[in-house]
């Protein structure tokens, strides 16, 4: 079993920044791939961004690639999610998820999931 909880959401202005937080308990941290998800109101789940366990080896949605950053400390059972430059589209809750799966980038894929954080960014 792994329990996620993300933190660090908020209201920013467009051009500013975040850093999402998502603390794991259980299971066997390290390797479980971790991924971020975001979901706004009438659209559907995105992919934002994922670790592989076995690599480190991380990946972007398009339209956060040079933006986003994803990290993670194992030591610490915690990945983050640095957001810069957000934009009015970036609204969205955003979850965290833990999995196996090699289908990373696929959000039905991960066994475990956050209740999620919201993140507001205004014109």
């Known amino acids: 079993q792994v329990q996620l909880v993300e933190s660090g959401g908020g209201l920013v202005q467009a051009g500013g920044s975040l850093r999402l937080s998502c603390a794991a308990s259980g299971g066997a941290f390290s390797r479980y791939n971790m991924g971020w998800f975001r979901q706004a109101p009438g659209k559907e789940r995105e992919f934002v961004a994922a670790?592989?366990?076995?690599?480190?080896?991380?990946y972007y949605g398009d339209s956060v690639k040079g933006r986003f950053t994803m990290s993670r400390d194992n030591a610490k059972n915690t990945v983050y999610l640095q957001m810069n430059s957000l934009k009015p589209e970036d609204t969205a809750v955003y979850y965290c998820a833990a999995g196996r799966s090699s289908r990373w980038f696929v959000g039905d894929e991960y066994e475990y999931w956050g209740q999620g954080t919201q993140v507001t960014v205004s014109s």
């Open positions: 670790i592989i366990w076995s690599a480190s080896t991380r």
